[in-house]
């Protein structure tokens, strides 16, 4: 196998960062990927990237970051576009031709000239570079949209259809206009790599994975892609705790019968005796703060819980803003359209009061009256919430008779520690009586399932 030095380099970078950004490719991935560069070289570059993806990755979700990634460190070209730099009027103008002939060459030339005319800022070595952003206001491509439509369609000629397929043309010129955008902030990125080194743009320039992106600041694309994790992780975490509740079925050395077996061959514990476990499957209770952002990260909780049920004997769900209803039921139709389950919690259960705040002391209180007979000495409770009481009273009284009825008591926390007691939180005070665990992405949440959860 004989890949050239440079190719080498540039693979093992590639490699390096993805692991940086939480993928799990070993040397016998490495290895492949390198074959598949022997085999396939550099002239077709896509092919390239497709045989890489292969060799690398173990599920389509992880392109979002791969993808990137391989632009940087096997770049479409080195350096600036040749030629002047255009005018925004030639630029855009220029553009709407490309997207409405969908000439992908010339939308990838047309993205390189657009972050060099546009896209500069700064004044000095150790401050410039080119910026996606300000290249995509400054060209606004989206305004383009009713001219390239025009264009393509021939309306400009006084052709025309229907509605549906004038739909149909609209929606094919946003993708075109959407793909020209990735085209920029690629180019941009290969800009900024050539100027400040390619590994640390690669690290530190990229959106990570769904898995590692946090709760609070996910926006409803990466909301949408972790939902579709759910089921998948939850078979994974599933098969965590069967294995975890086998071993935990052998039980533990009982010393003082060990020791007493242990007379017959002169104080030697050749067989050590097992005090047996009583299988049996615990109790899950959560009650979950569904206001605001932390209705995103409480959400897809919910849905995971409800696709490991079977694990427990019984899982209950509760939600709250400032008052508080059990919404088990609910969780388990909306796991079949879970698009729409915070909306069906806001609109089908008391979850809201006289006012649309959270108030942690109001919900817990309710809770702890209403809903005793739901914790009991098998019931593991599981809070989750950035304990933000918006100034009300954190009635830490009711989340101490909550822990002493319930067998043990969890709060996940959505927001840094660093977050913890600042401004309204009372996530500090709660956490002296419960433990209270940072969970900010599916990464965290899937560490902790799997060690908190009772088997």
């Known amino acids: 196998m004989t890949v050239p030095a440079g190719l080498a380099e540039r693979l093992t970078g590639l490699v390096r960062t993805l692991r940086a950004h939480g993928m799990r490719i070993g ?6 990927a390198a074959r598949v560069l022997e085999v396939l070289g550099l002239a077709d570059r896509e092919r390239a990237r497709a045989g890489l993806a292969a060799a690398l990755l173990h599920n ?3 392109r979002a970051v791969f993808d990137p990634v391989f632009d940087l460190y096997f770049p479409l070209g080195v350096g600036a576009p040749d030629g002047a730099p255009k005018d925004r009027a030639t630029l855009r103008e220029q553009l709407a031709e490309a997207l409405a002939t969908n000439d992908q060459a010339a939308l990838t030339r047309l993205a390189a000239e657009a972050v060099d005319a546009l896209g500069q800022y700064g004044t000095s070595p150790a401050t410039d570079g080119w910026s996606a952003y300000q290249t995509l206001d400054r060209l606004r491509p989206e305004t383009l949209l009713a001219r390239v439509l025009a264009a393509a369609t021939g309306a400009g000629a006084g052709g025309g259809g229907g509605g549906f397929t004038d739909r149909l043309a609209a929606d094919e010129i ?3 206009i959407e793909d020209f955008r990735e085209r920029v902030r690629t180019e941009a990125r290969r800009r900024v790599a050539e100027r400040r080194g390619t590994d640390q743009v690669a690290q530190r320039g990229l959106a990570p994975t769904a898995d590692r992106v946090d709760f609070l600041i996910a926006g409803r694309a990466q909301l949408a892609e972790l939902r579709r994790t759910v089921h998948p992780l939850a078979r994974k975490l599933a098969t965590r705790l069967a294995a975890r509740r086998r071993r935990a079925a052998r039980g533990r050395i009982d010393l003082r019968r060990t020791l007493r077996g242990s007379l017959s061959t002169g104080g ?14 615990p109790e899950i209770v959560l009650l979950c703060d569904v206001s605001g952002s932390v209705a995103g990260f409480a959400n897809f909780t919910m849905l995971l819980v409800q696709a490991l049920s ?15 209803d059990e919404v088990t039921r609910l969780v388990t139709v909306g796991a079949a359209d879970p698009e729409r389950l915070g909306a069906r919690i806001l609109g089908e259960a008391a979850v809201t009061g006289w006012h649309g705040s959270s108030d942690y002391g109001s ?3 309710e809770f702890a009256d209403r809903h005793r007979d739901a914790v009991g000495p098998r019931t593991s409770v599981f809070i989750l919430g950035d304990g933000r009481t918006n100034g009300g009273d954190p009635n830490l009284d009711a989340l101490r008779r909550i822990s002493e009825r319930a067998r043990r008591v969890h709060w996940l926390n959505p927001e840094q520690p660093s977050s913890w007691g600042t401004g309204d939180s009372a996530a500090l005070r709660y956490a002296e009586v419960v433990p209270m665990h940072a ?12 060690r908190l959860l009772p088997v």
Do not use: H, M, W, Y
């Open 27 to 32: 040397p016998g991935e490495t290895i492949d």
């Open 60 to 62: 389509e979700g992880q």
């Open 174 to 176: 946003r993708r075109r």
């Open 268 to 281: 030697v514990p050749v067989r050590p005796v097992l005090r047996r476990r009583r299988p049996a499957r």
């Open 310 to 324: 079977d694990q427990f004997s019984k899982v209950r769900v509760f939600a709250f803003v400032n008052r508080t």
């Open 363 to 365: 919900a817990l209180a």
């Open 439 to 450: 969970c900010r992405n599916v990464q965290q949440l899937s560490a902790l399932i799997t």
